[in-house]
Each structure stands twice: as C-alpha cells, then as structure tokens.
C-alpha cells in the first residue's frame, strides 16, 4: 500500500526458550525483520528438541548465548564446545566475559581462534551494574576485539537493561554510547536495547540503520515499526526529516 526506504540495520532477537511451532508463527510474521537469533544464556543445552527447533530456523543465523561460552570456558571445555557447534550446524559464536574474569590477552586470542572456524560476536561489558568501564576503557576493548577479528561488538545491558551500557536504575549512559559510536563506528557495534525506550532512543540518535541486540521476539515488529517511522516515537524523525507531524 505505502513504500518505504528500506534500512539494513540488524535485529538480534534473544530466545528464552521458545519451541519450533512458537518460532514457525514468529517467522511468518516477523520473518524478514530478524538478522540474527540468540538462544540466551544456556537455555540450548536444556531444550529438548533443539535439533528441531534449530531446523525451523534454519534460514537465520543463529548463536547460543556468551554465558554459555563462559561456562564452557570455565569447565576447560572449549574443543567440545566447537565440536558441539559443528554438529549443530552453527556457523556463530558468541564470546563473552561479562560474569567471568578472562584474562584480557586470552579473550583476544581465543576471538581469533574462534574466528578460524566461525563468524564470532564478541560481547563487552560486565553483567554487574556495580562494574563500571570509562568510555577510554570500552572503546579500547571494542577495537581490540574488532582487530582480533570479531564481526560484530556487543555492548552488554542484559536482557533488563541494568547494566554495562545503562545504568543500574535502567537510565541510557547517552554520553558513553554516543563516544563509543563516534569512535568505533555504529556499523560494528550491536547496542543491546531490550526495551522500547532504548529502541526509539537509538533510532532517533544513530538512524534506522543502527544495530540493535536483545530483542524479544514479541518486540520484532514494534522494532521494525520504529525503524520505519511507523510509530509516533519515530514518526518525525525517520519520515518527516525531523520536522512536526501535521495536525488535521
């Protein structure tokens, strides 16, 4: 009925366990507006009928949480691990330290190896929202782990939005985000916005194109309407240039 620009800014949706009927009705209507699905924390390793699941997906990337990679680490179990991948048909690995203390050089180097065999998301920030990194610090992390050959950096927010990239109240840590963006890139960063607030937020600062993580399969469309301007949050900015709506 109405045409409208298309943008080609990621959505990374986060699954907490949902089964292969739920994500065949999810994909039929949300389909073209996911980029990339994660199944958050371990949640994989208990579903039942991953394989299943896993096969209605088949046309989406999809990547098993950081916290996983992180017990996996942590249980010296990481040859296992990328055989488990390979089994799954899993082209994707997230990489993570944000509950864990990885060694600084062994995060960089274990990107890079990782990396030989798979498309890596590296996630920076802590899960603690005690933790608190300066923008010389995050920026600094990003561009080594971009350099050691992650595809992606994931700023860290957690599902509730209370830590790495917001505070713990859940307020946006604006002047950070935008000097990691300035510095970084927007194009190399996927800024986890689990709520519609962050959503518009990054829309209106960084454009419809901005890449966006941590995304409840129920917020897909919501998302993409903010994308599109089809949402009064959005409305002026994306379609109107930032000029006010009309009124009748």
């Known amino acids: ?29 949300a389909g073209p507006h996911i980029s ?10 208990l579903t039942q009928n991953l394989d299943r699941k896993l096969a209605v997906l088949r046309e989406k ?17 990481l040859a296992d691990y990328k055989r488990w991948l390979t089994s799954l ?29 798979f ?18 610090e995050w920026i600094r992390m990003l561009r080594e782990e971009l350099s050691a050959g992650a595809w992606k950096v994931i700023t860290e927010a957690r599902e509730s939005g209370t830590a790495g990239i917001f505070d713990s109240s859940g307020g946006m840590r ?37 890449n966006l993580g941590n995304i409840p399969p129920e917020e897909i469309i919501p998302l993409a309407t903010l994308r599109y301007g089809l949402r009064g949050d959005t409305l002026k900015e994306v379609l109107l240039g930032g000029e006010r709506a009309p009124t009748t």
């Open 1 to 29: 009925m109405l045409d409208f620009e298309q943008h080609h800014g990621l959505t990374h949706v986060i699954d907490k366990g949902l089964g292969p009927r739920a994500w065949e009705d999810v994909l039929e209507v």
């Open 36 to 45: 990339i699905v994660k199944l958050g924390w371990g949640t994989a390793a």
């Open 61 to 77: 990337p999809v990547v098993i949480g950081g916290t996983f990679f992180e017990v996996v680490y942590v249980k010296d179990r």
């Open 89 to 117: 048909g899993l082209t994707h690995v997230e990489i993570s330290d944000g509950t864990i203390e990885i060694p600084r050089e062994r995060k960089l180097e274990l990107i890079a190896d990782f990396g030989r065999d």
């Open 119 to 136: 498309t890596v998301l590296s996630e920076v920030g802590s899960k603690d929202s005690s933790v608190e990194f300066t923008a010389e």
């Open 174 to 210: 604006t002047e950070l985000i935008n000097e990691i963006a300035m510095d970084v890139g927007p194009a190399n960063v996927i800024f986890e916005a689990p709520t519609k607030a962050a959503q518009s937020w990054f829309v209106k600062q960084f454009g419809p194109s901005v």
